[in-house]
């Protein structure tokens, strides 16, 4: 069982940034891919960000390439995601995700445990 409680998210201007956080319970941490998904009402959950379980390899979608940055420190049991020149289209819940594996994908149907989730809003 993992458990998963994401942090800083809130309301900033567009070209602001934001530090999201995702503290992670659990003793196979390293072994699993992370993820950053988001999603708005009445759509569908999107990838946003994954890191492979050693941080070694990461991938993003490709609407918050040279934006956004996932992170993470094992030792912690924690991912970041740094999120930079925010636009009002980056405005949704975003949710912290473990995969069953240590490859970061885009598919959600492989992550297995998920957050609660944590608003960002970007005002225009």
């Known amino acids: 069982q993992m458990q998963l409680v994401e942090s800083g998210g809130g309301l900033v201007e567009a070209g602001g940034s934001l530090r999201l956080s995702c503290a992670a319970s659990?003793?196979?941490?390293?072994?699993?891919?992370m993820g950053w998904f988001r999603q708005i009402p009445g759509k569908e959950r999107d990838f946003v960000a994954g890191?492979?379980?050693?941080?070694?390899?990461?991938n993003y979608a490709d609407s918050v390439k040279g934006r956004f940055t996932i992170s993470r420190d094992n030792a912690k049991s924690m991912v970041y995601l740094q999120m930079n020149s925010l636009k009002p289209e980056d405005t949704a819940v975003y949710y912290c995700a473990a995969a069953r594996s240590s490859y970061p994908s885009s598919v959600s149907r492989v992550y297995d445990y998920w957050g609660q989730g944590t608003q960002v809003t970007v005002s225009s």
């Open positions: 890191i492979s379980g050693g941080g070694g390899s990461t």
């Open positions: 659990g003793r196979t941490f390293s072994s699993k891919a």
